[in-house]
């Protein structure tokens, strides 16, 4: 059975801080990882990532994918507020490209 | 305008009656999903259609039913709705090589 975990489940950090996000999968004939952001209502794209080692940057957000240790993680540096959501991994697997998402990790950026 | 709707964008309904969630996109995406999201659980894949005439279960199917109308349209039905069905549900498409995932605003649908 297909399986992405990520950790921390929740976390909650000062504004300035750094967090590290991580997301694990067992999947058969993996295509991609996919992060998104949900604050109120659906997620929102952040980051894609086939190719292990090449990180993927977008302002303060940074992830890379390791393929052989089966593993990404999602870097904020500089946490402002507004990053308080939840934030998802999913891989797309398979030939019927099946999409498993983990439960997601709940960051909270107090002042 | 949006690329994938979703309509109502909420609704409360009452055990028994019959819903239908309907779900449009003007992506041009063949492959369409309709996710189920809870707390603690994350997002629980419902039903998924690769084309117009290929409609697959997903992990939770039961108590639902979908029907594709169009390549633009996927409507998710619940018959007979129960209280256990009061979730946040989303309509998803996904590129033509499968590896991205894009969703609409979302329905939440509250059964008393």
């Known amino acids: 059975e297909d399986k992405v975990v990520q950790s921390p489940l929740s976390l909650v950090v000062h504004e300035g801080d750094t967090v590290t996000l991580n997301c694990s999968y067992e999947v058969t004939n993996f295509r991609s990882l996919l992060w998104y952001k949900q604050e109120k209502k659906a997620p929102t794209f952040l980051f894609m990532l086939t190719s292990s080692g090449i990180e993927k940057k977008s302002g303060r957000l940074s992830s890379i994918l390791d393929k052989k240790e089966l593993f990404s993680i999602l870097n904020i540096t500089a946490t402002q507020t507004g990053d308080s959501a939840i934030y998802l991994c999913a891989v797309i697997s398979g030939g019927y490209q099946k999409v498993t998402f983990g439960i997601g990790t709940k960051l909270q950026v107090i002042p | 305008d949006a690329d994938v709707t979703q309509t109502p964008r909420n609704r409360i309904t009452k055990t028994g009656k019959r819903i239908m969630l309907e779900c449009s996109q003007t992506?041009?995406?063949?492959?369409m999903y309709w996710y189920r999201q809870d707390p603690g659980l994350g997002l629980q894949l419902i039903y998924y259609s690769f084309d117009v005439k290929d409609i697959n279960k997903g992990e939770i199917s039961d108590g639902y039913s979908v029907s594709r109308q169009a390549q633009a349209k996927f409507s998710l039905s619940l018959e007979s709705a129960i209280p256990n069905q009061t979730a946040l549900y989303f309509c998803a498409t996904s590129d033509p090589i499968g590896v991205s995932l894009f969703f609409g605003p979302g329905t939440r649908l509250t059964v008393l």
């Open positions: 992506k041009g995406h063949d492959r």
